[in-house]
């Protein structure tokens, strides 16, 4: 069975510097991988994703991840964070098994941007 | 472009009432699904619609249910509340159906159930 696991379950980090949030997966078929991120009192909102291609993957507000098939990981990745990068983050597997769609999720991240 | 709508944002009922939730997809989508997100057991997946017809069930109890109506509006059902069913239940929908297509998700109904 497919499951994900967020490594941190809090990460405080100063404005401007950079920061790796973990994420571990396992599954025994082909999959893709997804970031979300959730601001205070909002649903989520996609960062970036995994389908194929290149192992490195570019999102929005300047965050990027690596996927590793060897290490199973899909670390999420920022130079310098904002204070507005506060929020949770996820990360979420599905598998390619034809359309059978069940996204796998982590239990979050929380990322706190300090002054 | 209008985003996913749920309604209501927030709902408080007592242990034994039963609810309804109603979501709203992004024009032109045809595909909902629901999640309920909770602190301790994180987002797990309830359902999945897409043209009407349920495609993907989680591991929930019968007393949660959903439907799809022709124009994609979706709503969720729970019968016979109990504490533990209080969470921040999330829509989300999507162009088609299957792992490719990225999810719009919306901001969600918080139920409290007392």
């Known amino acids: 069975a497919q499951s994900v696991t967020q490594l941190d379950s809090q990460v405080p980090v100063f404005e401007e510097a950079p920061v790796e949030l973990r994420c571990n997966y396992s599954s025994s078929v082909s999959v893709y991988l997804f970031w979300y991120v959730q601001y205070p009192n909002q649903g989520l909102q996609l960062l970036l994703k995994y389908l194929s291609g290149s192992t490195l993957v570019k999102g929005i507000n300047g965050f990027e991840a690596e996927f590793n098939k060897s290490q199973t990981s899909f670390h999420l990745r920022k130079p310098s964070v904002h204070i507005s990068d506060t929020a949770e983050y996820f990360c979420a597997v599905s598998d390619h098994a034809g359309n059978n769609r069940k996204l796998i999720w982590g239990l979050g991240t929380s990322l706190a941007v300090n002054p | 472009k209008a985003g996913v709508t749920q309604t209501p944002r927030y709902l408080i009922k007592t242990r034994g009432q039963q609810v309804t939730l109603s979501c709203s997809p992004i024009?032109?989508?045809?595909?909902v699904s629901w999640y309920q997100q909770t602190p301790g057991q994180g987002l797990q997946f309830l359902f999945e619609y897409f043209s009407e017809t349920q495609r993907n069930k989680g591991n929930f109890p019968g007393r949660f249910s959903g439907r799809q109506f022709s124009n994609s509006r979706s709503e969720m059902n729970v019968s016979t509340l109990e504490l533990g069913d209080s969470a921040l239940y999330l829509c989300a929908s999507s162009l088609g159906y299957g792992s490719k297509n990225i999810q719009y998700f919306g901001a969600g109904t918080r139920l409290s159930v007392l």
């Open positions: 024009s032109g989508h045809r595909s």
